[in-house]
């Protein structure tokens, strides 16, 4: 899946940082499959919002906006950076083990919440998805700590980029 953007809020919010963005992502599709309506819903918002708003800056570069690859390969998740003229910036490796535990009960509760929308009331859709978010949060700042020296984002960004790690990991 590509999607390009044209810049969006982060310009308006902070005109100084606009080429510390992502303006271009790609998942790799070797490892992306279709899964349910509501994964692939959940993939399109994550990649929309992000190349709308975001702030991602490999540290000691400034030669953004960037196009980002996302893959796993060899048990690592890959960022490959690259500048809009596809010159190479960065390739980002983390390992995946840390990440595991959040993703798999990430996934358990992602699977109970749209089972729930569907026939519990408001009160145990609502309980569900604040641990749902919880997770989510979780995922997000241990990316954030992974990535830590190696580049820069805001919470927002992290969290879309979990979003992402996520879809990587459902496999066929």
């Known amino acids: 899946m590509v999607l390009q953007g044209r ?7 902070d005109p100084d940082r606009t080429h510390q963005r992502i303006v271009h992502i790609e998942l790799d599709e070797r490892t ?5 309506p509501d994964v692939e819903h959940e993939r ?36 490959d950076i690259r500048t809009e003229s ?7 490796t983390l390992p995946l083990l840390p990440f595991r535990r959040i993703v ?3 996934f358990a509760v992602c699977e109970t919440y749209y089972q729930a ?7 145990r859709i609502e ?6 978010r919880g997770l989510h949060n979780e995922g997000s700042e241990l990316l954030r700590e992974r990535l830590s020296g190696k580049i820069e ?3 927002d960004t992290a969290r879309r980029l979990f979003t992402l790690i996520c879809v990587l990991h459902i496999r066929g």
């Open 7 to 13: 810049g969006g809020l982060m310009s308006e919010r």
């Open 32 to 36: 992306v499959v279709r899964r349910n």
């Open 44 to 79: 399109a918002v994550a990649i929309y919002d992000l190349i709308e708003d975001n702030y991602f800056a490999p540290v000691g570069c400034d030669c953004g906006p960037y196009h980002l690859h996302l893959s796993i390969a060899e048990n690592r998740l890959v960022f």
């Open 86 to 92: 596809a010159d190479p910036v960065a390739t980002v």
């Open 104 to 106: 798999k009960d990430y």
């Open 117 to 123: 929308i569907r026939t519990a009331s408001p009160s």
């Open 127 to 132: 309980a569900i998805d604040m641990g749902r």
């Open 153 to 155: 984002m805001d919470f």
